[in-house]
């Protein structure tokens, strides 16, 4: 068993920035990818970006293209989120996510075996 624990967010004003990290409990040989998603209040889940463990491939949503950028310290079993430029529909519950599937879309929610319990990201106007 994997457990996830997302620390970082908080409060900013638009066009801020925050950065939010997820550490795994340990490193496990059968976690390929590990991902970060999003909830608004009244929306579904969506895909914000996502990290291959061996390749270092990066995923990221369209809307955050350009603005977030994943990243990983494999020694450290954790991974990053910096958000800049960050915009009011930003806000929302962050998850992290860790991944056993070796490939696939990694931007689906259902290639995720476990999550964290959600940080809140709240960009004021």
């Known amino acids: 068993q994997v457990q996830l624990v997302e620390t970082g967010g908080g409060l900013v004003q638009a066009g801020g920035s925050l950065r939010l990290s997820c550490e795994a409990s340990?490193?496990?040989?059968?976690?390929?990818?590990m991902g970060w998603f999003r909830q608004a209040p009244g929306k579904e889940r969506e895909f914000v970006s996502a990290i291959h463990y061996n390749t270092g491939t990066t995923y990221d949503a369209d809307s955050v293209k350009g603005r977030f950028t994943i990243s990983r310290d494999n020694a450290k079993n954790t991974v990053y989120l910096q958000m800049n430029s960050l915009k009011p529909e930003d806000t929302a519950v962050y998850y992290c996510?860790?991944?056993?599937?070796?490939?696939?879309?990694?931007?689906?929610?259902?290639?995720?075996?476990?999550w964290g319990q959600g940080t809140q990201v709240t960009v004021s106007s």
């Open positions: 340990r490193r496990t040989f059968s976690i390929y990818a």
């Open positions: 996510a860790a991944s056993s599937c070796i490939s696939g879309s990694y931007r689906s929610a259902n290639v995720y075996n476990y």
